[in-house]
C-alpha cells in the first residue's frame, strides 16, 4: 500500500481512515477508522483517535492522548501532553450512550496545555490557550487565556501566543509580529 504519511511500526491503523500527506504518526498510537487527519499533522505516541474525529492541517497532538469521537480540531490546533477530552455528560459503565455524544469544537490555532480537561459541548475559540491543568466547563472565546479549575479567563493572546496588553484605546500590538489586536468588550479581534 503506498501511503504519503509516515506511521511506526507499532501504530495500529484501521480501515477507512483518511489522513493528509506528511502526516506522522508515532509509536502505539491507534487511528481508528472513519476518522479524518489533515496534512502535516504529528501524532505522537500512545494517542488513540477515535472514529469521526476530524483534525485539520498541522495539528500536533502530544503523548498519551485520547481524541473521543465528537471532537474536531482545526487546523494548527495544539493538544499537550495527557490533555482529555470528554464526549458524554453523564457517563455510566452500565449504560450506553453510543447515541449521546457531545460534539467540542476546537477552534483554528488554539493552544490546550498539558493535563487540561475539556468537558465536551463547550468550544474553543480561534487562537484561545488553554494553560496547563485547566478544566474547561464553559465555552472559551477567540483568542482567550485560560487557567485553573474550573477554567477562567485572565487576559488574552495573540495569535504568536504572546499575551496581549491593551492601551486605553483597546489596542494591542504582538511584541513578535506586530500585529494589532482591538479589545471589544468581552471580545478581541486582529486588526488587518
Given at each position: 500500500?503506498?501511503?504519503?504519511?509516515?506511521?511506526?511500526?507499532?501504530?495500529?491503523?484501521?480501515e477507512g481512515c483518511n489522513i493528509g500527506k506528511g502526516t506522522k504518526i508515532w509509536h502505539f498510537s491507534h487511528i481508528m477508522s472513519r476518522c479524518e487527519i489533515g496534512e502535516k499533522c504529528n501524532i505522537g505516541q500512545n494517542v488513540v483517535v477515535s472514529p469521526d474525529v476530524k483534525l485539520g492541517k498541522n495539528v500536533k497532538v502530544q503523548n498519551?492522548?485520547?481524541?473521543?469521537?465528537?471532537?474536531?480540531?482545526?487546523?494548527?490546533?495544539?493538544?499537550?501532553?495527557s490533555m482529555v477530552f470528554t464526549n458524554i455528560v453523564n457517563p455510566r459503565s452500565a449504560v450506553i450512550r453510543k447515541d449521546e455524544y457531545v460534539r467540542t469544537l476546537v477552534g483554528k490555532g488554539a493552544s490546550i496545555g498539558?493535563?487540561?480537561?475539556?468537558?465536551?459541548?463547550?468550544d474553543?475559540?480561534?487562537?484561545?490557550?488553554?494553560?496547563?491543568g485547566a478544566v474547561v466547563t464553559?465555552?472559551?472565546?477567540?483568542?482567550?487565556?485560560?487557567?485553573?479549575?474550573?477554567?477562567?479567563h485572565?487576559?488574552?493572546?495573540?495569535?504568536?501566543?504572546?499575551?496581549?496588553?491593551?492601551?486605553?484605546?483597546?489596542?494591542?500590538?504582538?511584541?513578535?509580529?506586530?500585529?494589532?489586536?482591538?479589545?471589544?468588550?468581552?471580545?478581541?479581534?486582529?486588526?488587518?
Open positions: 500500500m503506498d501511503k504519503d504519511f509516515f506511521a511506526h511500526e507499532t501504530a495500529v491503523i484501521d498519551n492522548i485520547s481524541i473521543y469521537t465528537g471532537v474536531i480540531c482545526e487546523d494548527d490546533v495544539f493538544l499537550g501532553p498539558a493535563n487540561a480537561t475539556i468537558i465536551c459541548g463547550h474553543i475559540g480561534k487562537y484561545a490557550f488553554i494553560g496547563a464553559r465555552e472559551v472565546k477567540d483568542y482567550s487565556l485560560v487557567i485553573g479549575n474550573p477554567a477562567c485572565i487576559g488574552w493572546m495573540s495569535e504568536f501566543g504572546h499575551r496581549l496588553e491593551f492601551d486605553q484605546n483597546g489596542i494591542a500590538t504582538c511584541p513578535e509580529s506586530g500585529e494589532k489586536y482591538q479589545l471589544h468588550g468581552d471580545r478581541v479581534s486582529k486588526i488587518n
